[in-house]
């Protein structure tokens, strides 16, 4: 007669452990074989191996999860900087606009409409190839073309000026008034 199978469905296993658990496996072990000794141990310990091989990955996963966290702070960090310095940036532009259009109403009349270069000299720019320049610069900077009142105009809303240009004159010959 054949010896009763020990095992429904075996597998082999091989496993490297230092020889001083060998030998106290060995002492604890009897007459039981290895797979025995094994498959009792993981019956009495099956529930604190498993607990331990899921604490492992879940303290994998919250270092994980740190890391994001981080990446995370530093990229809020990063665009909190870059908001806060195009609001810097945009307040900035804002008091400029501001202190110019207080500029130009303070020297231009409502309804007056004069030449570019008495405009300048008024805002106390010395004549001059300096004056033709920042005349150039306000434009390019400000104005945008557009109709105005059946004419062709340069239009600053944010200044609330209008410049009249003239094909026949240089920029400091072009007329300029208060936008209404």
Do not use: C
């Amino acid at each position: 007669m054949a010896r009763r199978a020990e095992y429904i469905d075996p597998k082999i296993i091989t496993a490297v452990i230092e020889g001083s658990v060998k030998a106290e496996m060995d002492a604890a072990r009897g007459r039981q074989s290895y797979g025995k000794l094994i498959m009792s141990l993981w019956a009495v310990h099956k529930g604190d191996v498993v607990d331990k091989m899921r604490l492992e990955q879940l303290e994998k996963e919250n270092a994980e999860l740190k890391k994001l966290v981080e990446e995370m702070r530093a990229q809020i960090e990063q665009l909190q900087a870059r908001l806060d310095g195009e609001s810097a940036y945009r307040v900035k532009k804002q008091k400029q606009i501001e202190a110019m259009r207080a500029e130009f109403a303070d020297v231009l009349k409502p309804g007056e409409r004069i030449k570019m270069v008495y405009l300048f000299r008024r805002l106390g720019v010395p004549p001059g190839d300096g004056m033709k320049h920042k005349a150039e610069t306000l434009i390019t900077n400000w104005f945008n073309e557009a109709e105005y009142r059946g004419e062709r105009a340069l239009i600053s809303r944010d200044l609330g000026l209008v410049i009249y240009p003239d094909t026949q004159r240089g920029v400091l010959g072009w007329t300029v008034s208060r936008l209404e």
